[in-house]
T-cell receptor, first 111, second 116 residues
Framework: LAKTTQPISMDSYEGQEVNITCSHN???????ITWYQQFPSQGPRFIIQ???TKVTNEVASLFIPADRKSSTLSLPRVSLSDTAVYYC????????????FGTGTRLLVSP | GAVVSQHPSWVICKSGTSVKIECRSL??????MFWYRQFPKQSLMLMAT?????????EQGVEKDKFLINHASLTLSTLTVTSAHPEDSSFYIC????????????FGSGTRLTVV
């Protein structure tokens, strides 16, 4: 399983765009990149998934360069409610491969 | 979308007693479920993989006799913490992936276990 590296923490203010980068140098050809969000005392929640280039949904964008050794989760115009821990995971999109969580990035959004 | 229901959301038990946590997939069948443990300010740590109709696969360092996992149906997996001690106090989370789900895994809301 590809190991991921993220910043431990980030600070931002309401209304700003936040970009969280994840490094996954050993990503395999069949691996997808998935980001989860976790609030205190809750289970992680799926945010976005991608394989290459750019993926956008209603809450975030995911940028993946051509070499796929890193990815960036972009949260546009964050609010206080976006304060959470964000996890980047790498693995196959099919089957039942177990998910191994890294340290995650603790995002604090201030007024 | 896929929903995983986990109960109870919190439980307090006396040291030496056993506690059962249930994880149900509500709108899909889950042949495989995963159990995680999370200590305060730490990441999720995978404990075991629960397979319907067969024995669970435990991660290194996880005591299988202490954390009993049963996956008797395609929609239910249970984790029983036997002879609980204060050091077992933690946040336990299950996750599942349905047969037809294309994106990611769905997680339960977690169970806060406090052993006193």
């Amino acid at each position: 399983l590809a190991k991921t590296t993220q910043p431990i923490s980030m600070d931002s203010y309401e209304g700003q765009e936040v970009n969280i980068t994840c490094s996954h140098n050993n990503i395999a050809t069949n691996d997808y990149i998935t980001w989860y969000q976790q609030f205190p005392s809750q289970g992680p929640r799926f945010i976005i998934q991608g394989y290459k280039t750019k993926v956008t949904n209603e809450v975030a964008s995911l940028f993946i360069p051509a070499d796929r050794k890193s990815s960036t989760l972009s949260l546009p115009r964050v609010s206080l409610s976006d304060t959470a821990v964000y996890y980047c995971l790498v693995g196959m999109n099919t089957g039942f491969q177990k998910l191994v969580f890294g340290t995650g990035t603790r995002l604090l959004v201030s007024p | 979308g896929a929903v995983v229901s986990q109960h109870p959301s919190w439980v307090i038990c006396k040291s030496g007693t056993s506690v059962k946590i249930e994880c149900r997939s509500l709108d899909f069948q889950a042949t495989t479920m995963f159990w995680y443990r999370q200590f305060p300010k730490q990441s999720l740590m995978l404990m075991a993989t629960s397979n319907e109709g067969s024995k669970a696969t435990y991660e290194q360092g996880v005591e299988k006799d202490k954390f009993l996992i049963n996956h008797a149906s395609l929609t239910l997996s249970t984790l029983t913490v036997t002879s609980a001690h204060p050091e077992d106090s933690s946040f336990y989370i299950c996750s599942a992936r349905g047969q037809t789900r294309d994106y990611g895994y769905t997680f339960g809301s977690g169970t806060r276990l406090t052993v006193v």
